[in-house]
């Protein structure tokens, strides 16, 4: 399987310190994060190279460390406490683990513990490393009344790199939820002045997808049935307290397992199979949501519809043939994506017909920007198999002024769109340039 079939691309060109003296392990280790998820590693055989490492790169550099316990110049896990005062969050990936050690590495802040006890602790400790990476792009509300119940959840989900924001009422979380649409998941208390628990996830699940938040109960009321309330309300995990450490661990990381899977089921349903771009109904999905969001009173910005055609695509399918005409497609779709990136909203809507709704450039602004495509398309011939060729788009754009259904917006480029081949395509075709025409006219 290919690495972004596998893997959000935000782990492409992270950085973490692997602290181990078994080259087996550590060449192993380094080729795998890196063919399969683009994650490169510094390896260190001992203390010493692992002083040299930081101090010639600096700790802000790795946002991880994998490190076994006992190395040259530090027997006793000094590597461990050297990472940490650098504060470069440890994996401990070690032989020797029993009990006695398993208590004192949990007590410090380490993430993670792997066991080299097997042949599948290497395919371990990189699923570890993946999770604990991906953890930082992840945002956790933790929500309880009780000061020091909501700062230890807290610790330990800052342990697992998690960022977290905390609220202490129901009430309030609904709020930060409103504000913060990068919360992923909710830890809530039951028992709470106000809204309790069990309403508060009522109360969210009415306008929250299930697929875009995932909530834990916490309790350490002595009642048999909260469980089955919580998870009634629309919960989807319940952890009495007092809890183990590890346990909430790993209900949340098989909570966030789930919430990741789902994305990347949902981003393959939303791209185009042949082109990699979003497709036609991810468009219209989140096209509306962007424009109203645009035409926030608190926020506004400016908006603009465009929609662009390969210019004689046709002729060039039943002159090449459809292979020929595919990779022309592929092509142009890179090219279209290297300049939009992720600002703008870029789809193929069918065929040889894109669509892009571009955010924050006022109409002028939106048609220079617009002729920035039309050129990176134009300037440079489409390499196939067979020959070079000459390829062109054509666009049209239309201003998203006021607040109409989305189609009008795609109707009203598509109208210029149809003026832009009449007037000899390769060219764009705006709005506002026509009405300056009207105007000197």
Request: charged share 30%; hydrophobic share 40%.
């Given at each position: 399987m290919k690495r972004s079939e596998r893997v959000s691309d935000q782990l492409v060109g992270?950085?973490?310190l692997l602290v181990e003296d078994s080259k087996t392990y550590a060449t192993a280790l380094a080729a795998r994060l890196l063919s399969n998820y683009g994650i490169e590693v510094d390896c260190c055989s001992s203390m010493e190279e692992l002083r040299i490492a930081?101090?010639?790169?600096g700790a802000e550099d790795y946002g991880l460390a994998v490190a076994d316990l006992n190395q040259p110049g530090g027997p006793h896990g000094e590597a461990l406490d050297l990472l940490i005062s650098n504060r470069i969050p440890p994996v401990v990936f070690t032989g020797s683990f029993n009990d006695d050690v398993?208590?004192?590495?949990?007590?410090?802040?380490v993430p993670d513990f792997v066991l080299?006890?097997?042949?599948?602790?290497?395919d371990n400790v990189v699923s570890s490393v993946v999770r604990l990476l991906s953890n930082r792009q992840m945002r956790v509300l933790v929500v309880d009344d009780v000061t020091?119940?909501?700062?230890?959840l807290a610790v330990h989900l800052r342990k697992q790199l998690?960022?977290?924001?905390?609220a202490s009422s129901g009430e309030t979380a609904i709020t930060e939820l409103a504000s913060r649409p990068d919360i992923d998941m909710v830890v809530v208390d039951y028992e709470m002045p106000g809204m309790n628990g069990v309403e508060f996830v009522r109360a969210v699940r009415r306008n929250t997808d299930f697929d875009r938040l995932r909530i834990i109960g916490v309790s350490s009321a002595e009642r048999s049935d909260l469980m089955t309330e919580y998870l009634k309300a629309g919960a989807n995990d319940y952890?009495?307290?007092p809890f183990n450490e590890e346990e909430f661990?790993?209900?949340?990381?098989?909570?966030?397992?789930?919430?990741l899977h789902i994305r990347q089921l949902r981003e393959k349903a939303a791209r185009d199979y042949l082109t990699g771009l979003y497709n036609r109904r991810h468009f219209f999905e989140e096209g509306p949501r962007l424009v109203a969001a645009g035409h926030n009173s608190e926020d506004r910005k400016p908006m603009s519809m465009a929609v662009m055609d390969i210019d004689n695509f046709k002729l060039l399918n039943d002159t090449y043939g459809h292979e020929i005409g595919d990779e022309v497609l592929k092509e142009i779709s890179a090219r279209l994506s290297r300049v939009c990136g992720d600002r703008h909203l870029l789809a193929r809507l069918g065929g040889e017909e894109f669509g892009l709704l571009i955010c924050g450039l006022d109409p002028a602004g939106a048609r220079d920007y617009c002729e920035e495509i039309r050129h990176a398309v134009a300037s440079e011939p489409v390499h196939t198999v067979d020959e070079e060729l000459n390829v062109t788009i054509s666009i049209g754009v239309a201003e998203v002024a006021e607040r109409e259904t989305f189609d009008n917006y795609l109707n009203a480029a598509d109208q210029f769109l149809y003026m832009a081949k009449h007037a000899g395509r390769n060219r764009v075709m705006a709005e506002n340039e026509i009405n300056a025409h009207r105007d000197v006219a």
């Open positions: 992270r950085k973490i930081l101090s010639a790169a398993r208590q004192s590495v949990l007590a410090k802040p080299k006890d097997g042949p599948e602790a290497l020091s119940t909501r700062e230890l998690f960022n977290v924001t905390k952890i009495r307290r661990r790993w209900r949340v990381a098989q909570n966030v397992g789930t919430l």
